[in-house]
């Protein structure tokens, strides 16, 4: 089945700096990937995702890429805010039904 | 519409209770996700449902655990009896096959 790994597991970063986590994935058939973010305390919600027939997407600050051949995906903060520190999760469709694959997480802390 | 409902959202019971989690999914979503949450742990999938149909319950802890969705807009996770170690967040999701998941608020559960 579909597995997941996420880096890294924690990151800080200073308010105005870059963030970027990376996740691999090893079902060469799953075919979509989200990402969400879960503040402390709240409920993960999706910020972005991307469908494995398109290599990056944007939205203002945030992008997410994606690289099928090597079977990874990325996710890039730019000019991080303090209200950017959360945790992070990425996830790919996986099984025959689709269901979502989680990663562990990435805690991420920007300091102002 | 008013996303997917938990309730409760917080629970105390002692030892060798049972307890039920309730969730409503998303009006027109096909498929329901049980998930629980510890520092320890991360975001672990208990059982998920698609066409209210149990796909997967290989999530699920033991015995004790057991989870119904007897129609599209309503599911239950029932623990009998509860132990310490069940004390967890709890989150019910929703979504189409195939699309990003619509989390709850979660039931936060703690067991003495």
């Known amino acids: 089945g579909e597995n997941v790994e996420q880096h890294p597991s924690t990151l800080s970063v200073q308010e105005g700096d870059s963030a970027v986590i990376k996740c691999t994935y090893s079902d060469s058939a799953s075919n979509y990937f989200p990402w969400y973010k879960q503040e402390l305390g709240k409920r993960p919600q999706l910020i972005i995702d991307i469908r494995s027939n398109v290599g990056e997407k944007k939205d203002q600050r945030i992008a997410v890429t994606l690289n099928k051949t090597a079977k990874h995906f990325s996710l890039h903060i730019t000019e991080t805010q303090p209200e950017d520190s959360a945790v992070y999760f990425c996830?790919?469709?996986?099984?025959?039904?689709?269901?979502?694959?989680f990663g562990k997480g990435t805690k991420l802390s920007v300091k102002p | 519409d008013a996303g997917v409902i938990q309730s409760p959202r917080h629970e105390v019971t002692e030892m060798g209770q049972e307890v039920t989690l309730r969730c409503k999914p998303i009006?027109?979503?096909?498929?329901l996700f049980w998930y629980r949450q510890t520092m320890m742990r991360g975001l672990e999938l208990l059982i998920y449902f698609n066409n209210n149909v149990p796909i997967d319950d290989s999530g699920m802890p033991e015995d004790r655990f057991s989870a119904k969705m007897p129609n599209a807009s309503f599911s239950t996770l029932k623990i009998q009896p509860s132990e310490p170690r069940d004390s967890a967040v709890y989150f019910c999701?929703?979504?189409?096959?195939?699309?990003?998941?619509?989390f709850g608020s979660g039931t936060r559960l703690t067991v003495v």
């Open positions: 996830a790919a469709s996986g099984g025959s039904q689709g269901n979502l694959i």
């Open positions: 009006s027109g979503h096909n498929s």
């Open positions: 999701a929703s979504s189409l096959v195939g699309y990003g998941y619509t």
